[in-house]
């Protein structure tokens, strides 16, 4: 239906209706009385004062205080390397509120090249760490405790030579920032060229060669022994000292060019020995008169010389010079360095 229809529709109806006698049906439309006007009662709104206004404001905008939390440290700020320093607040904020991981140093690597050398040969170390301040590398002594120090940048490389010899070295590199340190260690092992003629070999050391093989003689006097060696023509002086050990002025062992020369008389007619002991004969009879404090500490030869064939070696160990060698029986006899002591080091 269109919008005419909904126009002419209602004319009709009424048209029909006064012609048909609707009237009774139809009502008065009353009329409606409009409404009085209202006029709104002004509402008091009072000028608030300046002060006011200032007070409301900082009312509104003013941030409630927090408490502040006091940091509680996690670890001792003692470097063993490095210049000791205080802590920011920053840094002590962080470490109380995060884990001390994220502030510690860290190595990334720490790497030798090669592993494996013979001695003598030099080492290459180098690393690479982060968020420290200082840093240096160690070498770590026998019983554990930092030897030779060098102080290093907190990435770079450094060339050691390791003074082992037979065994392995450990050497250690240490970072700080001044509160925190942390370590790696790198070992090294140091062949030898040549092995020992005897077992077990001698911890810690090299021989300086293959085993020498050579004529020898041996005497037993009332306290100690000598041994005439050809291959290097000396005298080794064995004194008997509880258990093989020497002390300052009177060491365990002493090694001396053999002194006498052929055409000496071998020994001294008006030396008489008391009954069932010997004067010693060339070599070591010409040391043991010449020489009173080694007579003194001997004193008579209880047999004759006895000539036997020796096996020799030297070596080293922690930069001492270290002798092994075989006496008449065939034991193996340890010279310990610089006359401190002997041993049998073997049977």
Known sequence: MSRKSFIVMPYLLVTM???????????DVPTIEPLPSLTPSPIASPTPAVSDLQASATAAFSPTPIPTASPIPRYSPTPPIGATSTPSNNLLTVTALGPVSSISPRIIYFVATPTEVLPGEPVLLFWSSERGSAAAVYRV????????????????????????VGGTEIYTLSVTNGTVTVERSVSITVACLFTWFFLPAPAGSCPESQANVSPA?????????????????????????????????????????????????????AIIPPEGFRQPRRGFGTLWRTTPAIRDRLGWAVNDEVPYTVTYQRGQSGGETITYFTDETGAVIGLLPQGQGWEIAGP
């Open 217 to 269: 003689t041996a005497q037993l006097f009332e306290r100690g022994r000598m041994f005439w060696l050809a291959v290097t023509d000396e005298i080794i002086v064995l004194f008997n000292v509880p258990e093989g050990q020497g002390s300052g002025n009177n060491p365990a062992w002493l090694i001396v060019p053999d002194p006498y020369l052929e055409g000496q008389p071998e020994d001294d007619p």
């Open 141 to 164: 002594n026998e019983d554990g405790t930092p030897g030779r120090t060098w102080a290093v940048d907190t990435e770079g490389s450094l060339t050691v030579t390791p003074r082992t």
């Open 17 to 27: 209706c006064m012609t048909a006698g609707c009237a009774d049906w139809l009502t």
